[in-house]
């Protein structure tokens, strides 16, 4: 019985991030967090580097392509660093991967403050949840509660978690990392899907 509500509420948000932002679906490919390429970057990423040491891994040029769909699922999939520029660079050396160089959008005290007043936005819709509902129950609260305060970004320029709670408008892409946000928050899995 457990495995058949888990797969109905996984199979409830996968359809309605589908249905509401498939644009922005399109893009991400599948991966898997175990992998070692994906947890180096985002611990990277998480801690702001400058640079991403990648010689342990001894990554070979060929597998660039990895590197660029390994740094994009994280973006796409990880609310919490939308301080992360899409933007970055790799550092190749005899034919092996060495480094990534991210961008960053902000650092320091700005990147500080940024992720309070992130956090806060989260904690503030979880709090407004009403208590006693299914995990599909919340779910639908959260889009309902999205839809009814923020509104879509018609000059298509915001496109991260934080802009979003913060300017109360943003792309589908947006949308879809601010749901992720409050729907990992209230301890329900969530992740993106490739379509194709």
């Known amino acids: 019985m457990t495995k058949r509500i888990n797969f109905r509420r996984t199979v409830l948000v996968v359809l309605t991030l589908v249905l509401i932002c498939v644009s922005s679906l399109a893009y991400v490919p599948v991966h898997s967090q175990s992998n070692d390429l994906y947890n180096v970057i985002y611990s990277g990423l998480s801690s702001v580097s400058g640079e991403i040491d990648l010689k342990p ?6 597998m660039a392509s990895d590197v660029r769909d390994t740094y994009f ?17 790799i550092q ?3 034919n092996t991967i060495i480094k990534v160089i991210p961008s960053y ?3 320091g ?18 709090k407004s949840v009403p208590s006693g509902l299914s ?3 919340k779910a639908l609260y959260v ?5 009814a305060n923020y509104e879509y970004d018609m000059d298509l320029e915001i496109n991260d ?25 209230l301890g329900i899995e969530v992740f993106m899907l490739k379509v194709t």
């Open 57 to 62: 891994l001894n990554l070979s040029t060929s």
């Open 73 to 89: 699922s994280i973006l796409y999939e990880s609310p919490e660093l939308f301080y992360v520029e899409y933007q970055y660079q």
């Open 92 to 94: 190749m050396v005899n």
């Open 105 to 107: 959008k902000m650092t």
């Open 109 to 126: 005290n700005a990147l500080a403050n940024a992720r309070k007043e992130y956090n806060q936005f989260v904690d503030d819709i979880v």
């Open 135 to 137: 995990d599909i129950e």
């Open 143 to 147: 889009h309902d509660y999205l839809a």
């Open 161 to 185: 978690a934080y802009s979003y709670f913060k300017e109360g408008k943003g792309v589908c892409q947006s949308y879809t990392l601010a749901y992720m946000a409050v729907l990992k928050k």
